[in-house]
């Protein structure tokens, strides 16, 4: 099972290049082959932790970022792969919402920081053209994805 | 010279879905684009969190009109895992002959798309004809040509018997036989490769930066398939090669392409050869326990994600699908710059634009 | 009495009408069959027009009304007296000693309109077709013109008939200049923007170039003046190339007429079926690095001939 212990072992290297970074690193999401390891980062960490892993690690590829209403608060997910999957998760509060960009380390994220912007109203700081991706032009209802508008 | 600014969309010749570019034009030179998406936005992530989870394969099905049974699959896998219940064999090697069948189906699709864009009709009308018999196959095994729904949770509902597998494997054999000769006009096509070669060009560096999936990133040299890299039944079984270039053109594109559509049949026939007896599917339980999963497969496009969550109840929390073309939008405005008017149309054909499928 | 009938029936403009549609029908049937399909019925290209006739008219805001409506009508004219010089199996409707020169500005004449046409309109799509008409008109037009001087050069006169007369007593241009007539095809294809240069209303691009904004009347005119283009050129460089009836002395020369003229359309439609639309600059380059030269070294060689 060769197999199995180096995809271990590309986990255990991005847990330890993170480990001053984040709150907690378990292999919580289930996946196959083996579940997948989530790293929980305070918000302000965000920037540093996808700096070390394109920098020093070399990752490059980012899935997408999932973007969840867990009303009181919020979280992104942002689902990278090297040799296997990994997330990075982070929460927010649901009152105005700020996220920092990753835009420039991972030029590939635009276009998901821009959906997340528009579904759940997360403002992506630092993002070169904030628009939402799918709303429609003058939209005015909340943001389709966030669980206020079920009162409506 | 004089500045132009081309919309091209939300309705154009040239986009069989709507999306909309503003091409600014000097002379015939691209200097510009901007993109707008959206137009089909169906809010299936939204539905999907007001549906069963037994409703949702059917949802999702309709994510797509080209790879609708990938979609459908990867969220049983995600919906499958959350249970902790794995698919007989035979439902696993069934679920990836569809699989293949919507590759073939959807390359050809492309080719004739892009044949067709470049005035090509020839082309057009030959692959769309061999397409036919993947479609017709699939109909046999399905009875639907475009939308399956064979999928359930814990394998498939349908069967192929053994009459069925050798008429199939007869079919195959004309396909193979047609694909092959499709690929040799296609090498030999000149007027072909003059509008494609140099055009719509992607670096090796510029497909890992914008996380860019699929036959785009392979043409490029990215060596990336998820049916390898993520290795599950049957595909943990069976060989196959990941066809490569390097050249990062519309026409390396369309190689890898190709190429890939020979490898899918022969792929076909193994799974068919060496599909094990047993049950189609296994019972679910009712159920769904708390939690969260991941389920990624290789669509005809690339990297097909979905990520499921569920609390507990009958609906699931959320649903998120990433589909392989988003990360290729991203790339156009990259490619567009410096084209000619006359190759926009060649870099938007060159990608396999699936935009039902990005604006979900 | 008799040169009325000449002029409205036979060779005239009634037979040109239903050479057209008869043209196009061949032309989409063969294209059909190098596709794998089985094609149109015959009375497909009639029931075309007649439909686009009856459709509503819309004249875009922003475009300029009464040139939209002249310049169909004036293509169609320039086109339908040009037909009257191009002989028909040696039935001339009229001729003199220059005819061609005529015949080739009147077919010159659409080109320009067509152009026209792109330009008072409002849509982006139309101005850039019309644009590019103009420059695969530069580009098909000069090899064109340079080819098909070489028959007369050979003849030593430039009425069509005349040249048509000499090639019976003598042999086909096209055998003594294949060169000649394949550029003159070649041009052809580009002067009636046919696939694979069909670049000023290439659908993908332009959606229908100078055209995208007519529709009804207007449009069935455009129609069926391109349709009777096809006609004209074909007929004319059957005329210039494949003149008189020497080998069919005979056969009646209407027949064998007709024969040569489909021979010619089933290569333009070979050539449509088989190649991909050039982009405007690669149609450039071929058109001033390779053609027109090519049409020199013709002429050259046809002097040292004749001379």
């Known amino acids: 099972m060769s197999d199995t212990s180096r995809l271990n072992a590309t986990y255990d290297r991005i847990v330890c290049a993170l480990a001053g970074l984040c709150l907690s690193a378990e292999t919580r999401i289930k996946s196959a082959p083996g579940d997948e390891l989530v790293i929980r ?72 920081e821009r959906e997340v912007y528009g579904m759940f109203g997360i403002a992506v700081e630092g993002h070169p053209d904030l628009q939402p991706l799918l709303l429609p032009d003058g939209w005015e209802g909340p943001p389709p994805l966030r669980k206020e508008g079920d009162r409506d | 010279m004089t500045k132009t600014v081309i ?27 901007t993109m707008r998406m959206g137009y089909v936005h169906r809010g299936i992530e939204r539905l999907c969190q007001e549906r069963t989870f037994i409703q949702n394969i059917h949802l999702v099905e309709r994510v797509c009109g080209i790879c609708s ?55 057009f009308m030959y692959a769309w004809r061999d397409r036919e018999v993947a479609l017709d196959i699939m109909e046999a095994l399905s009875g639907g040509r475009v939308s399956h729904a064979v999928n359930i949770i814990g394998g498939v509902r349908s069967d192929v018997t053994p009459e069925q597998r050798e008429e199939i494997l007869e079919q195959l054999t004309t396909l193979d036989r047609q694909v092959n ?28 930066r914008y996380c860019v999936v699929g036959p785009v990133a392979r043409a490029s040299g990215l060596d990336a398939d998820m049916r390898r890299d993520e290795p599950r039944t049957p595909y943990d079984r069976l060989s196959f090669n990941v066809p490569m270039h390097t050249a990062g053109d519309v026409w390396a594109r369309t190689l890898v392409r190709m190429q890939e559509t020979l490898i899918s049949v022969e792929l076909c026939r193994d799974i068919l050869k060496e599909m094990p007896e047993g049950p189609l599917a296994v019972r679910a339980p009712r159920r769904v326990p708390p939690g969260e999963a991941i389920s990624r497969s290789e669509a005809p496009r690339g990297e097909l994600f979905y990520y499921v969550r569920s609390d507990g109840s009958d609906t699931p929390a959320r649903v998120k699908i990433r589909t392989p073309t988003l990360p290729s939008l991203l790339t156009l405005p990259q490619q567009l710059k410096g084209v000619t008017m006359a190759d926009v149309s060649v870099v938007l054909s060159g990608v396999d634009l699936c935009i039902a499928c990005a604006d979900r | 009495m008799n040169a009325l009938i000449k002029m409205l029936i036979f060779p005239g403009f009634g ?12 032309d989409r049937r063969m294209i059909a069959r190098f596709h794998g399909r089985v094609g149109p019925p015959w009375y ?56 061609l020169i005529v015949v080739l500005f009147l077919l010159a004449l659409p080109a320009l309109a067509y152009f026209l046409a792109g330009w008072i309109s409002a849509g982006v799509y139309s101005v850039l077709g019309g644009h590019r008409s103009l420059l695969q008109y530069f580009s098909c037009e000069v090899p064109f013109l340079m080819a098909v001087t070489c028959p007369a050069i050979l003849a ?90 020497r080998f069919f002395n005979r056969v009646p020369a209407l027949p064998v007429f007709g024969l040569k003229s489909v021979a010619i359309l089933l290569m333009l439609s070979t050539a449509s079926a088989l190649y991909a639309r050039l982009r405007i600059d690669q149609l450039m380059d071929l058109g001033w690095r390779i053609l027109a030269p090519l049409a020199l070294i013709q002429i050259l060689a046809t002097l040292w001939i004749g001379g």
């Open chain 1, 41 to 112: 980062l305070p918000v302000e960490n965000l920037r540093a932790a996808v700096a070390v892993l394109v920098n020093q690690l070399g990752v490059t590829h980012l899935t997408t970022i999932t973007g969840e209403d867990l009303t009181p608060e919020l979280t992104l997910k942002y689902h990278f792969w090297q040799e296997r999957g990994f997330t990075l998760e982070v929460e927010l509060p649901g009152e105005a919402p700020v996220v920092a960009t990753i835009v420039d380390l991972v030029p590939g994220a635009a276009l998901y």
């Open chain 2, 7 to 33: 919309p091209i969309g939300p309705q154009h010749p040239l986009l069989k879905e709507p999306l909309a570019f503003q091409i600014m034009l000097e002379g015939e030179r691209v200097t510009d684009s």
């Open chain 2, 69 to 123: 049974h990938v979609h459908a699959m990867t969220y049983c896998r995600a919906v499958e895992l959350l249970l902790g219940i794995n698919v007989p064999p035979r439902a696993a090697y069934l679920r990836a002959l569809l699989c293949e069948l919507e590759r073939i189906h959807s390359h050809l699709l492309w080719l004739g798309v892009l044949a067709r864009n470049v005035g090509l009709d020839t082309i």
């Open chain 2, 181 to 208: 000769w499709l690929l040799g006009v296609v090498e030999h096509e000149r007027s072909l490769q003059t509008r494609t070669k140099g055009v719509g060009l992607l670096s090796l560096q510029q497909v890992r």
């Open chain 3, 15 to 26: 037979f040109l009408f239903i050479a057209a549609l008869a043209f196009d029908w061949i």
């Open chain 3, 44 to 99: 497909q290209p009639l029931a075309d027009f007649i439909k686009l006739l009856a459709k509503e008219d819309v004249v875009a805001e922003g475009t300029h009304g009464l040139a939209a409506a002249a310049l169909p009508i004036v293509s169609l004219t320039a086109v339908m007296t040009a037909s009257l010089y191009i002989p028909v199996g040696g039935i001339v409707g009229a001729s003199f000693e220059g005819d």
């Open chain 3, 156 to 245: 030593g006169s430039w009425s069509i008939n005349e040249i048509s007369n000499f090639q019976a007593q003598t042999a086909w241009s096209a055998l003594t200049q294949p060169l000649g007539f394949i550029l003159a095809l070649i041009g052809l294809i580009g002067k009636l923007k046919r696939d694979p240069l069909d670049i000023p209303k290439a659908k993908s691009e332009v959606v229908a170039g100078p055209l995208t904004d007519f529709s009804g009347r207007k449009l069935a005119l455009w129609h069926l003046t391109m349709n009777m283009q096809t006609v004209l050129g074909i007929f004319l460089l059957v005329n210039l190339f494949f003149g008189g009836s």
